[in-house]
């Protein structure tokens, strides 16, 4: 299963077939034609990434009856993002002369008859409010199910587009968790050797320290010795990051195992994303030498790398 991204365009057209073309398609004996349809209806669909589904509509008022239909459609497909539709349609009326029929033009004069009665000022209706207003009220085109149809193709034309861009994303985020895996790898031969070279530090102190006070000759060197090792060890214990290695590998592991299984996986991999900034803010905190503190620091850079691509994972 891919990985998809909560980020995506599609569209896509569909258009209503004019009574014609329906009779001559009826028709065995009638030539079939090609001609554009009488009206078309576009669908545009734009995603981003959002904590949950948030869906926004854009239709023309006739079209307010299919948000339900719509609202199912998107639903069913998507599960996280902020994904907007935009609704348009286009007809050759809008291009074309409109055909006036009588029954419009007696309601017309009708209206005109009693305007003027009531306000003998006003002006005749010229051939163009005429024919606007024909044009406004002459029955349109059923387009409900080319636009369900249009939003069938733009949704799976969507979920392509995030999956790719899912791709990619998925892409990035393995080469974040490697470079983790190599700082960790790095990260683990150093506390011995830093334990060792205090266990060095401890043991000159405690010299100098007696070689000060006079006391050198009483206290035997396995005695002084003894005493650095307990100190070295004591910091060591307080040192000590393999818990924390160990917790930050098994974060990347299942990282990479959510990643290869794909789905909805956003809000998980969110949640081990803190996981590991949580690991190494502690690795960090108890880094005692510069080679400890500069891992610390490319770490929760990587990590932060991860946070941002995460955000548009579904």
Known sequence: MAVYSMTGFASASSGAVSPSETAAAADNLAPRTHSAPNASVSIELRSVNGRFLDLGF???????????????????AFKRGKIELRLSTRTEAETSWPQPQPDQLNRLVRLESTIQ?????????SVHE?????????????????ALEAARRCIAGLRDARAREGARLGKVLMERV???RELATQAEPLVPAVVKRQQQRFLERWTEALEATGAAQTISREALQERALNEAAAYSIRIDVAEELARLRSH?????????????????????IQELLREANTLG????????TNISVEMK????Q???????IE
């Open 252 to 272: 990347l592991d299942e990282i990479a195992r959510l990643l290869k299984a794909g789905g909805e996986v956003g809000k998980r991999l969110d949640f081990l």
């Open 285 to 292: 905190s108890k880094a005692a030498a510069l080679e400890l």
């Open 306 to 312: 991860l946070r941002e691509q995460v955000q548009n």
């Open 178 to 180: 490697d470079r983790l």
């Open 117 to 125: 009665g009531w306000l003998p000022k006003a002006q005749a209706l």
């Open 301 to 304: 850079v990587a990590i932060e």
């Open 130 to 146: 005429i024919l606007q207003w024909c044009k406004g009220g002459a029955p349109s085109e059923k387009l409900d199910e080319p």
């Open 58 to 76: 854009r239709l023309p008022d006739e079209f307010r009856s299919l948000e339900p239909a719509l609202r199912d459609l998107l639903t069913a």
